[in-house]
């Protein structure tokens, strides 16, 4: 898979967090906690799976802690590391 | 107040799900002569004008003739929610009662298990005052009119309304259209065959189900109502997010709820060998959830959890974990919602019975739904403090017993509803002290 830095996979994730949410792109704030956002349960397994999808990883069997899953920042942190990018 | 209604003023087709609900209505009348019906509960310290209350409910719920509408089928065979004629008044049962505080849990529950009088009556308020400064305030449902979410953002709108805001734009905006959905029969047959293939998988050995006391007709639900306070709930949270995962309470509450109840399934002689969990979910995003207020906007997951790991919460949450991350991977949810669009073909009877045909007259071992916080709410309700609110649902019948978790500001209430004789004192008792303990 080509690398993606932090940048390009929080690009990615405001995305698929907008398709989800069914709202503007722009309205994503990639420091704002997920659940602020309107991400509930649901939406965050949906979002996991968007994620294996995207990057081949497979996060549900992760320990899915809050400090790598609070915001798109951190998220985007967290694919980069595991994708090696 | 004139507001313009943007819909049809005959009818609004019903979708698969809301059939569903229809006919889970039609499997609990058969069942016990109750219906799918819920309510909220607020509890509310301060002043409760009931001349006021009654004049703006009365008020209030004439500007939605939908709340007096009626389920029936059209010549092209969908099914529709028929509204009622211009200028017919809508029946909203208004009533109030003084109740000593200690016995306020079992006129909520006579008020929940109220039969509506009339077949176009599906709501009604009753005010429950337990002191000069203590009042229960209960909007009593049918599930085919709302469900838990839209119910609460019809009860928030109708105290926005109260305050006297200008209500008509969120009026306006709530969508009461909805497709015939009559087209793409080949997407819908192919989620029917998802959803039987799926349904094919659970139904490979049977449900661990709690007897049934006879004769179940006639028999009322009773609950048990247990309240977290802000520091209670506070930790609850917490430890669900480092024991399940951020944002996963689901698979949290449904591991406890399997846990506490595992004791009083085995010492009543449950029979049946896995815990099958049917859990309602939202399916509203946040840009639909004003207008998607009434009727149903939820889906189902089903969980299957082995008895013999029941105790151990650990396990519990990972393979409830995983299984809805697959369920959902695998859409599940939107198949059934599409799927069910077929089901509106047969008769709320004859679906009710067909509902209950996999699993061999079984549907579950137990209900779950997790309603969250729903945006920020005012502090009162009316003149009057609002210091608690909470759900009493009607679990249909099988199963009849159901777990509701529901988040209100920064507290956290957990309400066990049951049919009247499948559980004792004893057992109830336990719960409450295990959900403690454990949740």
Known sequence: METMSVADVERKLVEEIATILCMDPAAVKTDAPLPSLGLDSMGFVELLVV?????????????????????VHALACRISKSTGA | MKVRLPYSKKKRYLTGIDWIIVALDSMNRRATGGTNASQIVLELSGAVDDNRFCAAVAEFTQLFPVLGGRSTRCWNLAPYWKMP????????????????????????????????????????????????????????????????????????????????EDCRARIERIALTEPAHLCDWKRKFEAGTQLV??????????????????????????????????????????????ESGFLMFLPYALASAVQVLDAAFHARGAKGQDYIVSVSVDMRTPDTAAARLFFNNVSFLFFRVSSAIAGNRKQVMETVRTQMYEQIKSGFPRALHESSMVMRILPASVLSRLLL???????????LTC??????????????????????PLVPVPPGIGFFVNQFGDRMNVVLSYVDGMLSDADVQQFRADIRRWL
Not at chain 2, 85 to 111: D, M, Q, W, Y
Not at chain 2, 121 to 149: C, K, P, S, T, W
Not at chain 2, 372 to 381: E, I, L, T, V
């Open chain 1, 51 to 71: 994620i294996e999808k995207a990057f081949n990883l497979r996060l549900i069997e992760s320990g899915l802690t809050r400090e790598d899953f609070e915001t």
């Open chain 2, 85 to 164: 004629r211009p200028g017919k008044r809508v029946p909203v049962t208004v009533e109030t009662f003084n109740v000593a505080a200690p016995e306020i849990l079992s006129a909520l529950e006579r008020s929940v298990n109220t039969a509506f009088a009339e077949a176009n009556e599906h709501l009604a308020f009753r005010v429950f005052h337990a002191g000069a400064d203590h009042h229960y305030i209960a909007m009593h449902f049918n599930h085919r009119l709302f469900d838990a979410q839209g119910a609460e953002a019809f009860l928030d709108l109708f105290h926005s309304w109260y305050r006297g």
């Open chain 2, 197 to 242: 293939r799926m349904l094919r998988e659970f139904a490979k050995t049977p449900p661990l189900v709690l007897p049934r006391p006879s004769p179940l007709k006639g028999r009322s639900f009773k609950f048990s109502v247990m309240e977290f306070n802000g520091q209670e709930a506070k930790a609850i949270n917490d430890r669900a997010c480092r």
């Open chain 2, 357 to 367: 045909w996999p699993l061999n007259g079984e549907f579950a071992s137990l209900g």
């Open chain 2, 371 to 392: 309603v969250g916080k729903g945006g920020d709410r005012p502090s009162k309700f009316m003149d009057a403090d609002v210091v608690n609110l909470f759900h009493m």
